[in-house]
């Protein structure tokens, strides 16, 4: 826990020395399209103080930095930073999932992930890196480039390359579109230039849509699914993306699990003919 909090500090500390407390607040402020008046209200604090804040006219308290962090919805990493900067120490632990006070979160993980085969499920980390998945995975990966599962592999790059999932992929359009626009999110609430980086390299690969085609009209679906080729099959998926609730740690903060599900009935006997064996 504390070795790895040392290397945080350090990191943080560097960028601290050349970004002043006002000036990331105020960064964050914009980022969220925030005014000086709309933040101090939702924090209710004055907005001359925020303003006097911004400017370095005044030092906040370790309290008000983070009262303002909460309102701005900053991730728990770069609040430790802005409690650097401010010349405070940083209040949150990263720890490993592998460390000893992670054991619950850790089997928790694992039963979910048992508990949701014969359909596929992963844990992932803040740039999308694969954390953990069931056996079930194997349905959607079967037959990708081998290098795209080496660790640290990365999902949106295993779904989309072209020596990846896409080709098999029926909705590529459409189903990249999506996870584009959720990369970009990601991208802009976290203010993480990896995850730019990423969508930058992502955009490149052929048949990545950007932008959602339009819609035709039918309304057939409830759900976007993800429509792959499967031998002579079709199979269908939709997920769902969940948190954990209440993080006080950087790890739980930044993790995120998936789930697939089948879209239809063909789909979810296929995946328990997997199981159940010739």
């Given at each position: ?19 002043p ?40 308290s ?96 295993v ?35 990896e ?7 992502l ?76």
């Amino acid at each position: 826990m504390f070795g790895s909090m040392a290397v945080e500090t350090a990191v943080a500390a560097a960028g601290a020395r050349s970004a002043p407390i006002g000036e990331l607040l105020k960064t964050w402020r914009r980022r969220r399209s925030l005014s000086q008046l709309e933040l101090a209200l939702e924090a209710d604090v004055s907005s001359r103080h925020v303003s006097f804040v911004e400017t370095g006219r005044a030092r906040p308290s370790r309290g008000m930095v983070l009262r303002l962090a909460e309102h701005l919805e900053i991730p728990l990493r770069e609040r430790n930073r802005l409690l650097l900067a401010a010349g405070y120490a940083p209040l949150y632990a990263e720890r490993s999932l592998d460390e000893p006070e992670m054991a619950s979160v850790h089997q928790a993980l694992d039963r979910f992930l048992r508990a949701h085969e014969p359909y596929p499920a992963v844990v992932l980390d803040r740039h999308y890196n694969l954390v953990s998945a069931n056996d079930a995975l194997g349905a959607i990966t079967e037959g990708i480039a081998a290098e795209l599962l080496d660790p640290p592999a990365n999902a949106l790059r295993v779904t989309l390359h072209p020596q990846g999932m896409a080709p098999r992929i029926l909705n590529l359009s459409e189903w990249s579109a999506h996870l584009m626009h959720r990369l970009r999110r990601q991208a802009a609430l976290r203010a993480d230039p990896e995850l730019d980086r990423l969508h930058a390299e992502l955009a490149a690969y052929p048949g990545v849509c950007l932008e959602a085609p339009q819609e035709d009209g039918s309304g057939s679906d409830i759900l976007l699914p993800l429509r792959m080729r499967a031998g002579d099959r079709e199979l269908a998926f939709f997920s769902t993306v969940s948190t954990f609730g209440t993080p006080v740690d950087i790890t739980l903060d930044e993790l995120m699990i998936e789930a697939f599900y089948p879209a239809n009935a063909s789909t979810a006997a296929h995946l328990l003919e997997g199981i159940a064996g010739p």
